[in-house]
């Protein structure tokens, strides 16, 4: 498989900075049917971490499933030998990109399934700041059904995290629950665009984010792919965090390195 671009502009490196997400279009460009064929073996063949939405109703489901580069060579292929890694690191102004994991997000057509406001990183076994998910869509997406953000939202602090079916994760995490979006007294500005496949919104864990249902005729096949930086650290939850590491049994603070989290850009040559 190809490569592409690599260099971003530093207006493009501070927008995310600033913002907490950026467009990029055409990006990913090159990755498109490696990546259709990632999702279409893993949907043939999902994972035991699998969790689908809707999927015992009569109305069309919302599938998702995490963690598969391991297993799925066109994942791995992505995770290793795309421009992923490097592009990660200059949006993170870091030395180094560590793959985190893979999300694969499909809505069939005519799911009603909302994703609600959320951010991503308290859900996550990993703190700090430098952090970096790509949200690529393998289907044409107008701006009415594609991800969008809350501007300058990754800087607003952490909250407790709720499932996408509205329980909560850690029930007993003492942190304020999310703030709802409809009452918060500032005028928040909204970061949005139409997408096509192969573009990425790239935005940092603790961005506040969402996505509408699928109300069209056309599946929506998007997978997210997360990366870490230099700074990132265990960080224990009140519970088994969305995806789950807990067998790798972590303590909190200690240096976020283990076999599933490969150090792909910037490697040094004796590690
Ligand atoms: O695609 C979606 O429905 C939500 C995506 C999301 O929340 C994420 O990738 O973090």
Known sequence: MTNQTNTLSENI?????????????????NWVSCLRKGVSAVMKAPSERERSYEKNKDTPGFFNDFCNWQRINELRD??????SGEVAAQLMCSRTARFFHDHILVKEPG?????????????YPVAGFQSVSFWIPLDPVPR???????????????????????TDLFPNDPRNHFPDIDELNCSPKFL?????????????????????????????RVISMRWVGDDAKFAV???RTSPDFS?????????FSAPEFPLVFGRKTTE
């Open 13 to 29: 490196i501070k927008e995310f900075k600033v913002n907490g997400a950026v467009f990029l279009p055409g990006i990913f460009s």
């Open 78 to 83: 992505f995770v290793y030998n795309s421009n």
């Open 111 to 123: 799911s009603s399934t909302v994703t609600p406001w959320h951010q991503d990183q308290p859900y």
């Open 144 to 166: 009415k059904r594609s991800i969008e953000f809350i501007k300058g939202s990754h800087t607003w602090g952490q909250f407790k995290p709720r499932r996408f079916d509205g």
């Open 192 to 220: 949005g665009s139409e997408m096509r496949p192969g573009d990425a919104a790239a935005f940092n864990f603790n961005i506040f984010h969402r996505a509408p249902a699928n109300s069209s005729k056309r599946r929506r």
């Open 237 to 239: 939850r009140l519970g």
């Open 247 to 255: 067998y790798l049994n972590y303590r909190d603070g200690e240096p």
